[in-house]
T-cell receptor, first 109, second 115 residues
Framework: EDKVVQSPLSLVVHEGDTVTLNCSYEVTNFRSLLWYKQEKKAPTFLFMLTSSGIEKKSGRLSSILDKKELFSILNITATQTGDSAVYLCAVENNNDMRFGAGTRLTVKP | SAVISQKPSRDICQRGTSLTIQCQVDSQVTMMFWYRQQPGQSLTLIATANQGSEATYESGFVIDKFPISRPNLTFSTLTVSNMSPEDSSIYLC????????????FGPGTRLTVL
C-alpha cells in the first residue's frame, strides 16, 4: 500500500538553528514529491521534486530527493520564529496524491 | 491518525458534465475541507464543508460550480459542475480530528481529467 512517512512528528528549536525534516515514501508509479508549509488555512507550496540529486533552493530553505532510497529532506537554515508551522510532504503518482502526517516545527526566540 | 477515503480515485469526464466526489472519514472530525491541486500550481482551498449548513467558499469559488454537502460529521461530497478542461485537477478532502485539532489530514485525492 502506498504510504508517506514524515519524521520527526514535531521539533522544537531556537532561532538560528538549522533543521532537517525527513520524508520517506513507498509509492507506485512515482511522479513527484511536493513540500508544503501550513500555518493557518491552505498549505503554501514550497518545492516540487521529480529528479534525484538535484537540490531545490529558496532562500533559507532547500530540498533534495533520493529516488533510489525513496526519501526527501527539507532543510531550513538560520531558523526564524516565522518558520514555525507544520511542514507537509506529499507524493504524487499516476492516480492520486498521498500526504504525510506532517512535521510540526516550533522555533523559539 | 485517521483513515480518509475518497471516491472515485480517478475519472475522465466530458466537458459540460458533472462529477460528485465523496469523502468518508473513520473518525470524528471537527472540520472538513476541499482542496484542489492543479498541475504546476499550489494547493488551493476551495471551501470549508460545514455540517448541516452551506459550505464556506474561498474567493474565486462559488456554490453553483462546486456544490458541497456534509450531512454528518464524517462524510462530505464535492460536485464539480458543468466541467471544462480547466477543472482537470486532483481534488483533495482534508479533515481536522476531534482528537487532534492541531493537524490537518489529507485524503488520497481524486484525479479528474476533463476532455
Amino acid at each position: 500500500e502506498d504510504k508517506v512517512v514524515q519524521s520527526p512528528l514535531s521539533l522544537v528549536v531556537h532561532e538560528g538553528d538549522t533543521v532537517t525534516l525527513n520524508c520517506s515514501y513507498e509509492v507506485t508509479n512515482f511522479r513527484s514529491l511536493l513540500w508544503y508549509k501550513q500555518e493557518k488555512k491552505a498549505p503554501t507550496f514550497l518545492f516540487m521534486l521529480t529528479s534525484s540529486g538535484i537540490e531545490k533552493k529558496s532562500g533559507r530553505l532547500s530540498s533534495i530527493l533520493d529516488k533510489k532510497e525513496l526519501f526527501s529532506i527539507l532543510n531550513i537554515t538560520a531558523t526564524q520564529t516565522g518558520d514555525s508551522a507544520v511542514y507537509l510532504c506529499a507524493v504524487e503518482n499516476n492516480n492520486d496524491m498521498r500526504f504525510g502526517a506532517g512535521t510540526r516545527l516550533t522555533v523559539k526566540p | 491518525s485517521a483513515v480518509i477515503s475518497q471516491k472515485p480515485s480517478r475519472d475522465i469526464c466530458q466537458r459540460g458534465t458533472s462529477l460528485t466526489i465523496q469523502c468518508q472519514v473513520d473518525s470524528q472530525v471537527t472540520m472538513m475541507f476541499w482542496y484542489r491541486q492543479q498541475p504546476g500550481q499550489s494547493l488551493t482551498l476551495i471551501a470549508t464543508a460545514n455540517q448541516g449548513s452551506e459550505a464556506t467558499y474561498e474567493s474565486g469559488f462559488v456554490i453553483d460550480k462546486f456544490p458541497i454537502s456534509r450531512p454528518n460529521l464524517t462524510f462530505s461530497t464535492l460536485t464539480v459542475s458543468n466541467m471544462s478542461p480547466e477543472d482537470s485537477s486532483i481534488y483533495l478532502c482534508s479533515v481536522v480530528l476531534v482528537s487532534r485539532t492541531d493537524t490537518q489530514y489529507f485524503g488520497p485525492g481524486t484525479r479528474l481529467t476533463v476532455l
